[in-house]
């Protein structure tokens, strides 16, 4: 099941369930597949690996399927920014999911938590602060490449 428009529906998920099983076995931080075929995949950490993504294929990922740890509000908008289709997360922000649901991308996840914080849990994910407040995707998009 995952959540389109607001809803649980039983969509098939071929690309997605590759990409997360992927992501999962290989221990990856990111992975991306699109009609069967695996785009990208990093170990890198942080939100390097969607921008490192994005600056190689461009507008090829539109319509592909993330998989990724974690989502929030920075990955959330770099993927509408690409227009992903399909997001699965083991960890998303309310604030992500917000954003995936806004610009219709289904997502699938394990957790979900009020925000993404910094890497000693003491203050909000730097990233999140850059992106807090952009207008729109591309907005975001020319925060985070900077």
Not at 8 to 20: G, N, P, V
Not at 51 to 65: D, F, Q, T, Y
Not at 133 to 143: K, Q, V
Request: a positive charge.
């Amino acid at each position: 099941m995952i959540f389109v428009k607001g809803k649980w529906t039983k969509e098939k998920m071929q690309d997605l369930d590759q990409a997360r099983n992927l992501l999962k076995k290989n221990n990856a931080t990111l992975v991306i597949v699109k009609k069967s075929e695996i785009l990208f995949e990093t170990n890198s950490s942080g939100i390097r690996g969607l921008l490192e993504a994005i600056e190689r294929m461009g507008r090829e990922l539109e319509g592909s399927s993330v998989a990724d740890r974690l989502v929030g509000e920075a990955a959330a908008q770099l993927c509408a920014y690409s227009n992903v289709k399909k997001v699965y997360a083991v960890t998303l922000s309310k604030c992500g999911k917000d954003i995936l649901e806004k610009h219709e991308i289904a997502c699938k996840y394990e957790n979900l938590v009020p925000h993404i914080l910094n890497f000693d849990k003491t203050d909000l994910c730097p990233f999140e602060k850059l992106v807090a407040g952009s207008s729109s995707p591309e907005e975001a998009y020319e925060r985070l490449k900077q």
